[in-house]
């Protein structure tokens, strides 16, 4: 079993930033990969970041240059710095990983950018 747990979510204007993390229940070494998903009103979950336990990491397109994410291994939690936010990225976030053939979700935060 793997917990996972959000914080960071809020209301921000368009330009500014946020920062969302995920602390898991488990030593995140054992994870080889762990991500965040977003939902928007309307629309299906996408990834928007993904990072490995080599620290390779990929972006959706359209946050590419704007978004990071990073894994603090000492403190079992990845970050996802957001940065120059647009009201299209307004949904929900939420992160996600695998274990032995399991996936796992946090609860999701809110991200709200207002115009």
């Known amino acids: 079993q793997v917990q996972l747990a959000e914080s960071g979510g809020g209301l921000v204007q368009t330009g500014g930033s946020l920062t969302l993390s995920c602390t898991a229940s488990?030593?995140?070494?054992?994870?080889?990969?762990m991500g965040w998903y977003r939902r928007a009103p309307g629309k299906r979950r996408e990834l928007v970041a993904s990072?490995?336990?080599?620290?390779?990491?990929n972006y959706e397109e359209s946050v590419q240059g704007r978004f990071r994410i990073r894994r603090d291994n000492a403190k079992n939690t990845v970050r996802l710095q957001m940065t120059t936010l647009k009201p299209e990225d307004t949904a929900i976030y939420y992160c996600?990983?695998?274990?032995?053939?399991?996936?796992?979700w946090g609860q999701g935060t809110q991200v709200t950018v207002s115009s």
């Open positions: 488990v030593n995140i070494n054992a994870l080889s990969v």
């Open positions: 996600n990983t695998e274990k032995l053939g399991r996936t796992y």
């Open positions: 990072v490995t336990s080599t620290g390779f990491t």
